[in-house]
């Protein structure tokens, strides 16, 4: 038996209320979820921020606000976002990480189209200096892979010294402009990988499933929540995080496994106490 991480990523950039009406927007509206995903079992969260019009923003001010109230609440691991803000600059998308000193951040380990409409900037340069930034605050990157080259540059600036072992990464799987979410291109980008790392992953849509069961089968850890995914099933909106979660754990029992509490995977992820 092992010890699973469940990460909720309740919010994101870009689904809104007309996606899902459950979807949490609000600092108060996002910390709720948060605690709601916890007691279903989620030990990480994945946070973006809203801003007043519901779009995707990087305030700083919004972050602090969310992350008191959740850690009011309870302990579970707060992973900030470091993307998601058509109007950031390289400033404002550390700027939370230097106020808050989260215990994970994700790091986009490169450029990308991003759902044929927009670019998904990551510049090397900010690459180098988010990398550096994350070590002097002490904030674990949760590097995102959206392709296998992306991989590749993760064993880039690890021999660098941009990114320090044992790496997490999150396989992120099925975004238009990345690789599909196929259990297929996910064995693929596990057996790149190289060994002593821990992952996790999720598949965005009609591959949410098969890519948490084949994550599963391959002794990883999963994300779930209504960044990836606003369906429950087909046709089927989910109710709540929380049901994403639930479901999450059930399979993580069925293969035999136990989710990980918060504090489980802070020594799975090497997390600073
Ligand atoms: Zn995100």
């Known amino acids: 038996m092992s010890k699973l991480i469940i990460t909720v990523a309740s919010t994101g950039a870009w689904p809104s209320k007309k996606d899902n009406p459950a979807i949490p927007l609000t600092p108060e509206e996002i910390a709720a ?139 992120v799987l099925g975004a238009a402009g990345g690789m599909t979410a196929t259990v297929k291109n996910l064995v693929f980008l596990h057996g790149l990988m190289p060994e002593g790392n821990t992952w996790s992953a999720l598949g965005i849509g009609k591959g949410h499933i098969p890519i948490m069961m084949a994550a599963i089968a391959l002794g990883g850890h999963v994300r779930v929540g209504m960044e990836d995914n606003v369906f429950y099933g087909p046709n089927e909106l989910a109710k709540s995080n929380a049901q994403l979660v639930e479901r999450a754990g059930n399979f993580i029992k069925l293969a035999g496994h136990e989710p990980a509490t918060p504090d489980e995977a802070r020594e799975i992820l090497g997390l600073r106490v």
């Not at 979820?33 to 916890?38: G, M």
């Open 33 to 171: 979820d948060v605690y709601e995903c916890y007691q279903a079992g989620a030990a990480v969260a994945h946070l973006h921020m809203r801003d007043d019009e519901g779009k995707g923003t990087m305030s700083a001010d919004k972050f602090e606000k969310t992350v008191k109230l959740i850690k009011e609440k309870c302990n579970i691991i707060l992973n900030l976002t470091t993307s998601g803000d058509l109007n950031a600059t390289d400033e404002t998308r550390q700027a939370h990480l230097k106020r808050l000193r989260p215990e994970l951040a994700s790091y986009d380990c490169g450029t990308m189209n991003w759902m044929n409409n927009s670019v998904f900037m990551n510049h090397p340069k900010f690459l180098e200096e988010l990398g550096m930034t994350m070590q002097e605050y002490g904030v674990k990157p949760e590097l995102e892979i959206f392709d296998a080259g992306m991989l590749y540059n993760s064993f880039y600036y690890l021999k660098k010294g941009v990114l320090k072992a044992p790496l997490h990464y999150q396989f």
